[in-house]
């Protein structure tokens, strides 16, 4: 197993902040046991979530059998950032995936990864993966062309052909207005909390 680095990451200042979080990202896939090897084993990802949805009895008492089986994953927030993995058990089985750029409708997950060069040949290995490019370093422009933000950028398809970077920061963040230690963390700890601060 690979020890990894906590990603640097903060909640924007209190005076900064909007009533919405982006809570997960959910990819509907062919089959999660193929998808698994990827996210949870070779990325780290920690399994939070693992059950069978949309059985039970029909009006006539007949047993219904599930339809989803839904995997919820999570990095280093409980709240935020979490990467779902939904199977549809009731649909017969899917084409083949394309691997090729993302065009509209079509989905980018990027991940920051602080251990990338230790991590990518486990990456690599994971079966059912495609790799689009080896780490390689390049330069964002910042923000108001105010310098560059240096990153060892990577890329892949996983087992559906969903287009992940994988990407190690090695410079300030676009957006991070001060160290990711500065801050303290002022999420709210659950739905109830962020309703009492709406009110």
């Keep these: 197993m690979i020890c990894s680095a ?3 990451a903060a909640p924007v200042p209190e005076d900064s902040r909007i009533p919405v979080d982006i809570r997960r990202t959910t990819f ?3 089959d999660i046991d193929k998808s698994l090897p990827l996210y949870r084993d ?9 059950e069978l949805i949309g059985g039970g009895t029909a009006a006539d008492g007949e ?3 599930p339809t989803i089986r839904l995997v919820l994953l ?9 990467l779902g993995l939904m199977q549809r058990l009731d649909i017969p089985p899917q084409p083949e995936p394309k691997f090729g750029k993302a065009m509209p409708g079509q989905t980018i997950v990027v991940m ?6 230790e991590r990518f040949a ?3 290995a994971a079966p059912n993966v495609k790799v689009a490019t080896r780490p390689t370093p390049i330069e964002y422009p910042a923000p108001g062309g105010q310098g560059k933000i240096p990153v060892l950028f990577s890329a892949i398809w996983d087992a559906d052909g969903n287009f992940i970077e994988l990407n190690k920061l090695l410079g300030s963040a676009a957006g991070m207005d001060k160290p990711a230690d500065a801050a303290a963390d002022t999420r709210p700890k659950d739905a109830k909390e962020l309703r009492e601060r709406l009110q």
């Design 6 to 8: 906590a990603a640097p």
């Design 28 to 30: 509907v896939v062919r």
């Design 42 to 50: 070779a990325l780290g990802l920690k399994v939070i979530y693992d």
């Design 63 to 65: 047993r219904k059998p």
């Design 74 to 82: 999570r990095a280093n927030d409980t709240f935020i950032g979490a």
């Design 112 to 117: 920051n990864i602080a251990d990338l060069d």
């Design 122 to 124: 486990a990456i690599e």
